[in-house]
């Protein structure tokens, strides 16, 4: 499976949670994946919830969200974060606005949380660089 989510912006989430340890391009790739997996599972959890209203298109709400911030607070771009919404379930719902950023600010928290999870594990394994290892690490231990 490719991985929609471009490096970029997931290595800027990391970087502002490891302080001064420097970030491997593979701990990017591997967490852009982490991340592609959860919101793809999201979306289908979304997609019942709005089958369940008798709507086909996905609203914020499915997702759990209230109150959507403004998309210029997120760091993960919306393009991408509504591709990654459309790998479980397809063109068999609509994905509104509202949705895309919900999704993309649920995980941008998630990748925060476990980039700040990594950092501290490259730390404790006394490393100045957060690598793929910390990410699966993660996932091991705690998933």
């Known amino acids: 499976m490719s991985v929609e989510?471009?490096?970029?912006?997931v290595d800027q989430v990391i970087r502002r949670n490891a302080g001064n340890l420097r970030?491997?391009?593979?701990?990017?790739e591997e967490l852009a994946r982490r991340i592609q997996a959860h919101g793809a599972e999201l979306t289908k959890e979304a997609a019942e919830?709005?089958?369940?209203?008798?709507?086909?298109?996905?609203m914020a709400a499915d997702f759990?969200?209230?109150q959507v911030i403004d998309r210029e607070e997120l760091t993960l771009p919306i393009a991408p974060v509504d591709r990654i919404a459309r790998l479980r379930i397809g063109d068999q719902y609509r994905v509104g606005m509202s949705a895309r950023i919900a999704l993309a600010d649920i995980l941008e928290d998630y990748a925060d949380s476990?980039?700040?999870a990594a950092a501290r594990?490259?730390?404790?394994?006394?490393r100045r660089t957060v690598q793929a290892e910390d990410?699966?690490?993660?996932?091991?231990?705690?998933?």
């Open 23 to 28: 970030v491997s391009a593979d701990a990017a």
């Open 5 to 9: 989510l471009p490096f970029a912006p």
């Open 49 to 58: 919830q709005a089958t369940g209203n008798g709507r086909k298109t996905l």
């Open 64 to 66: 759990g969200v209230e």
């Open 121 to 126: 594990l490259a730390r404790h394994a006394d």
């Open 135 to 143: 990410i699966e690490t993660y996932f091991d231990l705690f998933q």
């Open 114 to 116: 476990v980039a700040a």
